[in-house]
T-cell receptor
């Protein structure tokens, strides 16, 4: 059965801290992996990772995929209160089928 | 650019009633997905369409749920009869299929409450 495990499930840090969110997956016919940020409404797209070992960056956020270890991490440096959200690691299985885990709930305190 | 548009934004109805959720995907996207999100189960894929054809409906919980995509710009998810356990946020997402992987873009969701 396809599954995604994210850790930690919940994380509370102070503004300015750096956080690392972890994701491990077991997915048949793996294609690529997505990271989404979900605040109050719909998940918003952050990164798509297809190749192993290549870091993708967007401002204070970065992410990398390790296909050998079936894992990915999402780093956020100099966190801000606006980074508070649920972060979803979502591998794509087969023909665009997304496999969702429970996500990591990140809370940034001022 | 307009994103994925869902309607209604909120729906409150009594159990036993028919509920119809609507979705307009991003223009040019040829894959459409319906998801359900609850606190207990997180996000679950219900069904997805490619070029208006249902490809995988294994996530549809039971026969009370049905989905259609009569054309490339419109899809519906219908629940008949509705039950309180159907209360959830229902998301529609779309993506453009091509030689490269394309991320799915989500609508704002429909928050459904069945009393």
């Amino acid at each position: 059965e396809d599954k995604v495990v994210q850790s930690p499930l919940s994380l509370v840090v102070h503004e300015g801290d750096t956080v690392t969110l972890n994701c491990s997956y077991e997915v048949t016919n793996f294609r690529s992996l997505l990271w989404y940020k979900q605040e109050k409404k719909a998940p918003t797209f952050l990164f798509m990772l297809t190749s192993s070992g290549i870091e993708k960056k967007s401002g204070r956020l970065s992410s990398i995929l390790d296909k050998k270890e079936l894992s990915s991490i999402l780093n956020i440096t100099a966190t801000q209160t606006g980074d508070s959200a649920i972060y979803l690691c979502v591998p794509i299985q087969g023909a665009q089928k997304l496999v969702f885990g429970q996500g990591t709930r990140l809370t940034i305190n001022p | 650019d307009a994103g994925v548009i869902q309607s209604p934004r909120h729906e409150v109805t009594e159990m036993g009633q028919e509920v119809t959720l609507r979705c307009k995907p991003i223009s040019g996207h040829n894959s459409l997905f319906w998801y359900r999100q609850t606190m207990m189960r997180g996000l679950e894929l219900l069904i997805y369409f490619n070029n208006n054809v249902p490809i995988d409906d294994s996530g549809m919980p039971e026969d009370r749920f049905s989905a259609k995509m009569p054309n490339a710009s419109f899809s519906t998810l219908k629940i008949q009869p509705s039950e309180p356990r159907d209360s959830a946020v229902y998301f529609c997402a779309s993506s453009a299929e091509g030689p490269q992987n394309r991320p799915q873009h989500f609508g704002d969701g429909t928050r459904l409450s069945i009393l």
